[in-house]
């Protein structure tokens, strides 16, 4: 019985005298995947990315705050370490994070209304949740 390809079955592997030899490696990478789409990796971890919603504050803790802010202001010469919790709105998406930042309150500006830390770090008085220092009985 003769086969379909028994006229070419032994003849020598062809070798181009124009072309070098592919790799193993350069013949695989042919087949290898390849980011058809552009950026759905990052979209893909960028919607998994949490987010914290802005807590609205209920008049009692405002006042506190403002308490707290007034004890502050008249000690602003003796620099008061203090830790403010604080919301950063997110740039990508709506909501945002939490952050605390402990340092030397250099002044709070009413103008403002931000916070200054002798550090140069700047925090919006609208945001502040939470405050709390050695004013307060511990940081």
Do not use: C, W
Not at 22 to 42: C, H, K, T, W
Not at 50 to 62: F, G, V
Not at 68 to 79: E, P, V, Y
Request: charged letters at 25%; glycine letters at 8%; proline letters at 4%.
């Amino acid at each position: 019985m003769t086969g379909k390809y028994d006229d070419i079955i032994n003849l020598p592997h062809h070798v181009s005298p124009t072309r070098a030899h592919m790799s193993n490696i350069e013949r695989a990478a042919q087949f290898s995947p390849f980011a058809a789409l552009v950026g759905y990796d990052e979209t893909i971890s960028e919607t998994a990315r949490l987010t914290d919603e802005e807590m609205e504050l209920s008049l009692d803790q405002i006042e506190e705050l403002d308490a707290r802010i007034q004890a502050i202001s008249g000690a602003l010469d003796t620099h008061p370490l203090i830790t403010v919790t604080y919301f950063i709105p997110d740039d990508l998406k709506s909501g945002g994070a939490y952050v605390d930042h402990t340092g030397n309150i250099k002044n709070i500006d009413a103008y403002s209304k931000t916070m200054l830390f002798t550090d140069g770090t700047k925090v919006p008085v609208a945001r502040v949740i939470s405050i709390e220092g050695e004013l307060f009985g511990g940081v």
